[in-house]
């Protein structure tokens, strides 16, 4: 089966850091670009960050650039996003997504900023 | 960034009704749209790609269409499995952006 899981959320304060996983199995991972999309409890989608097959090719939301860096490990199937500076605003589910087409998602990792 | 512009917000519906939701894009995308179902508590999936395909083992009462700014979403007799809330998603350009989001109430 085609699975994306995600790891690594919890409760940070603002300005510190916190890095996101996302395990992939059952198909080829370094075949497809992967997303990071969140959502704040309650509210809507929003794409954050993509990486192409390769992890050569990067594209970031304006309201994350500078504070967030996503990466990945073909080697180990693996997708990450290191988050740093954190806000309380990045409170949020933190979904990892397959391909243009993002028509896998993972069941999502919260991440709570507060103080 | 592509603006996509999703209504009605929410709407009060009914078991067998059709239901149509609107999806207006602020720049022609071809017809790079997804729409989305997310029930309460889950990962939102994909119901339809490329605007109007159906995606596999999604009912039939489901459908998209349109191309270049403006796409319509349907349910056809309308269940009680599919109350959830749905999102229309670009994937043309960078940044991929979402509507807003159509919450299907009974």
């Known amino acids: 089966d085609v699975q994306l899981v995600e790891s690594g959320g919890g409760l940070v304060q603002p300005g510190g850091s916190l890095r996101l996983s996302c395990g992939a199995s059952?198909?080829?991972?370094?075949?497809?670009?992967m997303q990071w999309v969140r959502q704040v409890p309650g509210q809507g989608l929003t794409w954050i960050s993509g990486v192409s097959g390769d992890g050569s090719r990067t594209g970031y939301a304006e309201s994350v650039k500078g504070r967030l860096t996503v990466s990945r490990d073909n080697a180990n199937n693996t997708l990450y996003l290191e988050m740093t500076n954190l806000r309380v605003d990045d409170t949020a589910v933190y979904y990892c997504?397959?391909?243009?087409?993002?028509?896998?998602w993972g069941q999502g990792t919260m991440v709570a900023v507060s103080s | 960034d592509i603006q996509m512009t999703q209504s009605p917000s929410s709407l009060s519906v009914s078991v067998g009704d059709r239901v149509t939701i609107t999806c207006q894009a602020s720049?022609?995308?071809?017809?790079?749209l997804n729409w989305y179902q997310q029930r309460p508590g889950q990962a939102p999936k994909v119901i339809v790609y490329d605007a109007s395909n159906l995606k596999t083992g999604v009912p039939s009462r489901f459908s998209g269409s349109g191309s270049g700014t403006d796409f319509t979403f349907t349910i056809n007799s309308l269940q009680p499995e599919d109350i959830a809330t749905y999102y229309c998603q670009q994937y043309d350009n960078l940044p991929f952006t979402f509507g807003q989001g159509t919450k299907l109430e009974i």
């Open positions: 059952g198909f080829t991972f370094r075949n497809f670009w």
């Open positions: 997504v397959r391909g243009f087409g993002f028509d896998v």
């Open positions: 720049q022609d995308i071809s017809n790079y």
